[in-house]
């Protein structure tokens, strides 16, 4: 005897779960890919695309590039001809130890046109003192069509951490 049918779902045929992070130590040891009290804004950010492999804006390139590299940003596609844009919500960030005591890392969201110009970015969360994790569960973030993303993560200017950690996220991109 089959029991009743159960409530009907969300439909989220527009929605999609991205996620992405730093690579480990073992890959650390050949690039930077871990979040380090060395990364910093303006200049040196860990650039975490999503599904992609960390890049901080401060590896040495010869010449220098003027804008973010492509390998670093995210390009995001949806509705029925694959470039409608969309919203970016939901993010949650993990770490694989705290900060220190007294310190704190912060993530932001960037959004590039697609001439990989910058759009705007907008803050997200901060993991402070012996804090794990963190949420931007009410923020939304605009993505126009043929945009590229990428979250940044950095030392906050202010509260210095003394741990390198790895990093996971995931964020939720809603396309139109």
């Known amino acids: 005897m089959a029991g009743a049918s159960g409530i009907n779902g969300l439909n989220t045929v527009n929605a999609v779960m991205l996620t992405g992070g730093t690579q480990g130590s073992k890959v650390a040891e050949f690039q930077v ?14 650039y975490m695309p999503f599904g ?4 901080a804006a401060a590896t040495p390139l010869s010449p220098p590039p003027a804008k973010p590299l492509n390998i670093a940003l995210t390009p995001l596609l949806g509705g029925l001809f694959g470039n409608a844009g969309g919203v970016l919500g939901h993010f949650q960030a993990l ?3 705290n900060p220190g005591l007294g310190g704190a890392y912060d993530f932001e969201i960037c959004v590039f046109n697609p001439d990989l110009s910058l759009l ?7 993991i402070a003192d012996s804090a794990v994790q963190c949420s931007a569960t009410g923020s939304n973030t605009g993505v126009p069509a043929g945009a590229y993303a990428t979250v940044i993560a950095y030392a906050d ?3 210095v951490p003394t741990n390198t950690v ?7 991109y809603t396309h139109n």
Do not use: D, E, H
């Open 95 to 97: 770490i694989s130890s």
């Open 120 to 126: 705007s970015c907008a803050s997200l969360c901060s």
């Open 157 to 159: 200017p202010t509260l």
């Open 52 to 55: 992609g492999v960390s890049f």
């Open 166 to 172: 790895n990093v996971g996220f995931s964020m939720t």
């Open 33 to 46: 890919a871990q979040l380090t009290p060395l990364n910093t804004l303006p200049t040196n950010g860990l």
